[in-house]
């Protein structure tokens, strides 16, 4: 057992460790994992740091690959869709007619009146008709027939 080397990666753990805590953002968690378990490594007799930091980036690797798809589904489960998103797939009465050439177009959705453009410039939509919304880009709907 190399005593220099089960230093670093305890220092390296503890590293790791401090840094997920200092952020919360899982960032090096599985750094962590990977440093613990090339100490347990070093300190069952392997002295090649080549394995070492193979273990390391293996075990980081797989603990990334494993963890961060099912971690992200529990932090990011409590996003919020902006109005913007909300609007996608519904079907808005247009309130004055829709020509990307001459640059017309206007609807109300929720009490908020949009710029509208058709997904196609050759189409014009008249006002009164129902049209679904498709995109939003920037201030403005992106609606189809």
């Known amino acids: 057992m190399n005593m220099i080397s089960a230093f670093i990666w305890l220092a390296a753990f503890i590293f790791f460790l401090v840094v997920e805590v200092a952020t919360v953002t899982l960032v090096s968690v599985w750094f962590a994992g990977g440093a613990l378990v090339a100490f347990i490594v070093n300190l069952a007799g392997c002295d090649n740091i080549f394995i070492q930091i193979a273990v390391f980036v293996g075990v980081s690797l797989v603990l990334l ?3 961060r798809p099912l971690a992200s589904r529990f932090i990011n489960k409590n996003i919020v869709k902006t109005n913007a998103d909300e609007i996608i797939g519904k079907s808005i009465k247009i309130l004055e007619k829709v020509d990307n050439i001459n640059g017309t177009g206007l609807a109300k959705y929720n009490g908020l009146e949009w710029t509208v453009r058709a997904s196609d410039d050759n189409v014009i939509i008249e006002e009164g ?9 920037g201030v403005k709907l992106i609606v189809e027939k």
């Open 65 to 67: 690959a494993i963890t």
């Open 129 to 137: 008709e129902m049209v679904r919304v498709i995109e939003v880009s």
